[in-house]
């Protein structure tokens, strides 16, 4: 059961606070899109293993959303952030590297 | 014999006799034995069938490991079935009786099953059973399910009387397991200053030490054990718990512990399990090792144990298994339990070593030294006996079996492969492990340990379940536990020096197969060596396959005792190293845990929170027939004394078609939209154009998912230019109000909007029938015309005095007022409209009344007409979707080509040519079969009732190319499949198609 850092209350919260949302920063598309573009966004999905972009709202808190950057296979939680974005912000981005070549690095010494 | 001996045991208290009984048979044990050690005090070693051959088995274990000796324990109500008898504390009153043999434990007509053994080999059910068809639903099936499962499940009338509870802990450092190593961990874990929880699943701290022996800094183990738990008992930030047991690790450092409080003492106050939600920065564990069983023939004969566990059984309860034991082994480890079978006064025949060592290791040479008769290279050639154990047929541990050198009388035999460290908790949650060739055994992979959310470590093995085989070697393991110059060195152990292990995997090592077939891997699945060896021959070569096929390590073992041999069988088969073959993956729980502590407190009322409107109360007394709706309660119908459901349906369906109707229709889910955006945010929602509604006036809307499917349907208000009233379904409340804020928070978070779900704070009345005027007039406060209230026009106002909102909308196709009130008022007012309604003939009525209501007008009910397939195009609704709009949630799904396909099953009203009524759900057959031989379909029933205003059955249903088929016959299947019911299509509206009623 994970536990994820709610970014509006900052708390630590606990899997049963929250509900899961599935893949982060998916682009609504709507009429005029062509068929096979709709349809991924329909129902395309990345199942990484490994570095995974999610949403999860903190239902039983605040009721916000907000994203988790997070390692579907190490359960490693590299950072969370508010939902109104397009994108990782920077810090989750540098965090992400940061964490990521600490990881190269220790495997190499 | 095993019998009681005259002295010693430990953990016995002589002094305190208890009485038990066992299949019915009166016998006594003493306070501190368990079920295991008392049964075998009776010489009770017969104690159950085994799964599959209905073999004899014995107690094989001294713990959690146990695979035979599994109990239904309890009587009646407390009846508990598969309870291990080596974890089950005696208690004075206790009643167990053994479980999978029939009519008797001694005399069993399953056990035929072992004489055909030969018979059924790995995978006999599925090779056996499949042809032909029809047999397995009338012949197969009810014969395995007779003959399957252990225990008898407890009484489908019987409830648990006793009370459990949850317990949630947060702490730095989880330490499981009580021995030594957990000791010493927990301790050095405290003296950092964190909070510790340190957990054992026994009553009793130390773990085998005691038993085994050993010294520690000058002191005996149990009295080294003795000064570790004071230190700890007086450390403020640690807790203590024994006889619990932590049964798994998850996500994060959470972790579920079971605390049996009062399992060993049933008289005694307060709840009898305690499941522990433990979130921990980090755990340790010290779980121990489990003793691997020796495959040879016959051992799984009762009487064949585990060294360990007769060691446990003479030191800890004074239990003497038989006068004589022999001893098997492949390592110096078994020679302890010689020695205290020695001490204790009883015979050991011989020690049968596998090992031919080049000189005796120190515990050899003290055997040797009591005149123990040590046989090196030698091996169990089979059991004797059938029952239990009369002696043993000894070979050379390097032939191929059948040559028999020596037989030897005996009651018991002690057998030894090794030791397996317990990493269940370690794997649980990702922690790999690594073949240790060494030590043979898997152990910890320190470098792949399951990480937590900073990526760090979460799990740490400690002592012998990190692999650590001495006590000096689990001491040193414990001190680098906490790193640093303030550590403690390591406490310094008595010299503990011992002959390497040799791998045995099977015994004698070409035994043939004649001794494989009789060479049990896994006791409590029947699961032999020959058995897994016939899996890798046949193409199961994964070892997940492997298990799988032959059930090797299922059930409650969960590799215990089982996976090493098996999967060192199944590399031996495929000529793989242990290691290329792998383990299966370990999964939570430990061991098995009860319902009642997954429960909780949740249980009957606590189990799920009721919602109840202002006016349950007053429908509660007043002979309402309650359905859940969601977590609502809401009445299906308000019936009065000596009627049936249905009198009481109709009577209310016709009073409100005839004179005036009460409807609570509080639960019905009530959302505000308000911001400058809101119009805008409606827009993209409901599929039809809300931004143009008045102030005053009130719209239908449909609301769809981004695939087009029809989610929810409602009345909106609009109360202000930016404030709207959202009306949903009673259970879509709550859904509706989180789809709108994750589109208006992930999506458009840039328009100005906030909604608000205020379903509770209103109550909500439906006045409704020809009367619905009359009797708000008769109240008096506001004037309530159709001049100045038409329809779909809502107002505010005092209705007797009470502020309320007025909305003239109709779900009944009558005249009708739907009154909001805030929550607090809208039992006065209820009370209020009951008592002014009398004389114009009101009656409250329920949800199926409701449904037939809007079912005779055509109205669509979300869950009946709508399944998550079907779009609003589909129920006829193209009405309510704007034309003009650019976009709105599912607009592009329903151009998809399966959505605009021409012969999608359309909304049509079905009447039944004989007025029956339609079997709910049923589907209209048409000639032929699909490519899955089933019958065709060409619609169903959506929704099917009794109609008492046209005294006929009435539905409405779904049909390919329906609405252009009105007037055709089509036939539905009954429930039987069978026999057919004709009914011809026809418009859905089937009362006051114009309007007229709701409209004056």
């Given at each position: 059961m994970l536990t994820l850092h709610c970014p509006y209350c900052d708390v630590q919260t606990d899997e049963t606070e929250l509900t899961p949302g599935g893949e982060a920063h998916l682009t609504r598309h709507g009429p005029g899109s062509e068929d096979d573009a709709f349809h991924d966004y329909l129902f395309s999905r990345a199942n990484p293993r490994g570095l995974h972009f999610e949403r999860w709202r903190h239902t039983y808190g605040c009721g916000k959303w907000f994203l988790a950057a997070r390692d579907t296979a190490t359960l490693e939680v590299f950072g969370t952030y508010k939902a109104q974005t397009t994108e990782p912000p920077q810090h989750i981005r540098d965090a992400i590297r940061d964490r990521q070549t600490g990881r190269a690095a220790r495997t190499a010494s | 014999m095993s019998t009681r001996l005259a002295t010693g045991g430990r953990l016995i208290d002589r002094s305190k006799q208890q009485s038990f009984t066992f299949n019915g048979k009166r016998l006594t044990g003493h306070a501190g034995d368990t079920l295991a050690s008392a049964l075998l005090a009776n010489d009770q070693v017969l104690v159950g069938r085994s799964f599959k051959y209905h073999r004899p088995r014995g107690i094989v274990a001294s713990g959690a490991e146990e695979p035979n000796a599994l109990m239904g324990l309890g009587e009646g109500h407390r009846f508990e079935p598969n309870q291990r008898a080596t974890t089950t504390e005696l208690f004075d009153g206790l009643t167990a009786r053994s479980q999978n043999h029939w009519p008797s434990l001694e005399t069993d007509i399953g056990s035929l099953n072992a004489a055909l053994s030969s018979l059924l080999p790995a995978g006999f059910y599925y090779k056996t059973?499949?042809?032909?068809?029809?047999?397995?639903?009338?012949?197969y099936e009810p014969f395995i399910r007779k003959s399957a499962g252990l225990g008898q499940a407890p009484d489908a009338e019987a409830r648990d009387p006793d009370t459990y509870e949850h317990f949630h802990a947060h702490v730095d450092t989880l330490v499981v397991g009580g021995g030594i190593a957990g000791l010493e961990a927990a301790k050095r874990a405290g003296e950092t200053g964190a909070r510790v929880l340190l957990v054992e699943q026994t009553a009793h701290w130390g773990g085998r030490a005691p038993v085994d022996g050993g010294e520690i800094e000058g002191h005996s183990t149990e009295a080294y054990v003795a000064m570790l738990l004071a230190d700890l008992e007086v450390m403020e930030n640690v807790t203590l718990r024994s006889r619990c047991m932590a049964a798994g690790v998850y996500d994060h450092g959470y972790a579920l512990a079971y605390e049996r409080l009062t399992d060993h003492a049933p008289r005694a106050k307060g709840p009898r399990h305690r499941l522990w939600r433990i979130r921990a920065g980090r755990i340790v564990t010290a779980t121990g090792a489990i003793e691997r069983p020796l495959p040879f023939a016959g051992n799984d004969l009762p009487g064949v144990m585990l060294a360990s566990a007769v060691r446990d059984y003479v030191v800890n309860w004074a239990v003497s298994p038989g006068d004589r034991t022999v001893v098997v082994t492949n390592n110096d480890d078994a020679y302890r339990t010689a020695l205290s079978l020695r001490k204790a006064g009883l015979a050991v025949p011989a020690i049968l070593d596998a090992r031919v060592l080049p000189k005796d290791s120190p515990l050899m040479a003290e055997a040797r030294k009591m005149g123990i008769r040590i046989l090196q290279g030698h091996a169990i050639d089979h059991v004797q006996g059938t029952r239990r154990v009369r002696g043993v047929a000894i070979c050379s541990h390097a032939g191929e079996g059948g040559a028999v050198i020596e037989e030897i009388a005996c009651e018991a035999v002690a057998m030894s492969g090794g030791w397996s460290p317990v990493v269940h908790l370690w794997s649980h949650c990702g922690g790999k492990l690594v073949w240790d060739q060494t030590r043979v055994m898997f152990r910890p992979d320190p470098d792949r340990p399951p990480t937590g959310d900073r990526g760090q470590p979460m799990v740490h093995a400690v002592g012998a379940a990190n692999g650590a085989l001495t006590l000096q070697e689990v001491l040193d393991d414990a001190a680098r536990l906490e790193p640093g110059p303030k550590t403690r060195a390591a406490p310094q152990a008595g010299p503990q020096e011992e002959a390497p292990l040799a791998p045995v995997w099977m015994m004698p090592q070409g035994a043939s197969i004649r001794h494989r077939m009789k060479a049990w891997l896994d006791y409590q699945n029947d699961v032999k060596v020959s058995d897994v060896q016939l899996a890798a021959r046949e193409g199961f070569e994964s070892v997940e396959h492997a298990k799988r096929y032959t059930?090797?390590?299922?059930a409650t073992d969960q590799g215990k005792l089982s996976n090493i041999n098996g999967l060192a069988t199944l590399s031996g088969a495929l000529g793989a190293e242990i290691p290329q073959v792998g383990t299966t993956t370990f999964r939570p729980p430990y061991t098995p845990i009860s319902m009642g502590a997954i429960a909780g407190p949740a249980r009957a009322e606590t189990f799920q929170p009721v919602r109840e409107t202002p006016i349950h109360g007053w429908l509660n007394a007043n002979g309402a027939e309650w359905e859940p709706v969601g977590q609502w309660r809401r009445p299906y119908c308000i019936k009065r004394p000596g009627e049936s459901t249905h009198e009481a349906v109709m009577r209310e369906v016709t009073n409100t078609r005839q004179n005036l109707g009460l409807l609570d229709a509080s639960t019905l889910g009530k959302i505000v939209v308000k911001g400058p955006d809101a119009g805008r945010f409606l827009d993209m929602l409901y599929t039809n154009m809300m931004s143009t509604l008045k102030p005053g006036r009130c719209r239908y809307g449909l609301m769809c998912n981004e695939n087009g499917f029809l989610i929810d349907d409602g009345v909106v208000a609009r109360i202000d230019d930016e404030t709207f009233l959202c009306h949903t379904t009673t259970g879509g409340a709550e859904a509706i109000h989180a789809h709108m804020e994750d589109w208006l928070q992930c999506e458009w978070w840039d328009w100005l909007v906030y909604t608000a779900n205020v379903t509770e704070q209103y109550g909500q009345i439906a006045v409704v029938g020809p009367k619905a005027r009359k009797v708000l007039e008769a109240i008096g406060g506001m004037d309530v015309s159709a001049e100045t209230l038409p329809f779909m026009g809502w107002t505010e106002g005092e209705l007797g005095g009470i502020p309320v909102r007025l909305y003239r909308i109709s779900f009944s196709g009558e005249l009708s007022f739907e009154i909001a009130v805030k929550a607090g008022y809208a039992r006065q007012l209820w009370d209020l409209l009951l008592t002014v309604g009398r004389q114009f003939d009101v009656m409250p009525y329920g949800t199926e009344a409701l449904h037939i209501l809007r079912a005779e007008k055509g109205f669509i009910m979300i869950g009946d007409e709508t399944?998550?397939?079907?779009?609003?195009q589909d129920l006829g609704l193209d009405w309510a979707i704007s034309k003009k709009k650019a976009d709105y949630l599912g607009k592009r799904a329903q151009e998809r080509p399966d959505m605009v396909r021409e012969d999608r099953w359309k909304l049509v009203g079905l009447e039944t040519l004989d007025g029956s009524v339609l079997p709910d759900g049923a589907y209209a057959v048409e000639e032929g079969e699909n490519a899955n031989g089933q019958r065709n379909v060409q619609g169903r029933v959506t929704s099917a009732y009794h109609s008492p205003t046209l005294g006929r059955g009435i539905a409405m249903g779904l049909v390919r190319h329906g609405p252009e088929r009105i007037g055709e016959v089509i036939r539905f299947a009954r429930t039987d499949g069978t026999t057919m019911i004709e009914a011809r299509i026809v418009d859905p509206v089937f009362y006051d198609k114009d309007g007229e009623k709701q409209n004056v």
């Open positions: - | 059973f499949m042809q032909p068809r029809a047999f397995w639903k009338h012949v059930t090797l390590g299922m399944d998550g397939t079907v779009i609003p």
